[in-house]
């Protein structure tokens, strides 16, 4: 099963509004990854967070993680119909230093920008 | 361009058939990583390779194998292919594997009729 289940499954908006995407995940975490993908594309990744940061910041993108309720967010602010892709959050288990890179990733979330 | 490369990128064949995929990582890169993606299953994450050697398993069916070469790239081999295998196949490479962001390439389709 998927470590990361992400809500909205499908977020619909219009240009300039900010696009909020949530993933919660099981296990313990060496850090939390969020990932684009255009239709039919690869994936693209936007920005990593350890797990002993608590917010990071990228150009229009803010991500958040809670580990005491496995947690995250990614914002996407003042969208762009270019906006409009898949995200994915992924996770890389804490596995005690065996878990070579390995990435669990969510189902995703369709977002939608309206021009 | 993530610099990752996968050949081809449409295969179309029947079931039964034998496919190869064909990836080349980014330069530098030691990691390799297959994922595939499909409607129903999601990004599953099958095996990953680390300068030539097998690193980690995942959900890879005993009909699907792979290997790095010595040039780093990395060949997936899928065998006596069945409906349900139709799906996006990703390559993916990193520097060196843990903290390290994946680099995707485009993906080859797989359609089995």
């Known amino acids: 099963s998927q470590q990361g289940e992400e809500d909205p499954q499908a977020l619909s908006i219009q240009e300039g509004e900010n696009a909020t995407m949530n993933c919660s995940y099981k296990?313990?975490?060496?850090?939390l990854q969020w990932y684009r993908q255009n239709s039919g594309r690869g994936l693209v990744h936007l920005i990593l967070?350890?797990?002993?940061?608590r917010e990071k910041h990228s150009g229009r993108l803010r991500v958040t993680l809670d580990t005491s309720k496995k947690s995250s967010s990614l914002l996407i602010t003042a969208s762009r119909a270019a906006d409009t892709a898949s995200y994915f959050c992924a996770t890389e288990p804490n596995a005690g230093g065996t878990s070579y890179g390995k990435l669990t990733f969510g189902q995703g979330t369709i977002l939608t920008v309206h021009p | 361009d993530s610099g990752v490369t996968q050949t081809p990128k449409h295969l179309i064949t029947a079931t039964g058939q034998r496919v190869t995929l064909r990836c080349s990582p980014r330069?530098?890169?030691?990691?390799v990583y297959w994922y595939q993606q499909s409607l129903d299953q999601g990004l599953q994450f099958l095996i990953q390779?680390?300068?030539?050697?097998?690193?980690a398993k995942g959900n890879i069916l005993e009909r699907f194998s792979a290997q790095q070469f010595p040039d780093l790239h990395s060949e997936l081999n899928l065998s006596s292919l069945e409906l349900g295998d139709s799906a996006l196949y990703f390559c993916a490479s990193s520097p060196v594997g843990t903290k390290s962001p994946l680099h995707f390439g485009n993906g080859t389709r797989l359609t089995v009729t």
């Open positions: 330069s530098g890169d030691l990691s």
């Open positions: 967070i350890r797990s002993n940061e």
């Open positions: 390779y680390y300068n030539g050697e097998e690193r």
């Open positions: 296990t313990s975490i060496n850090n």
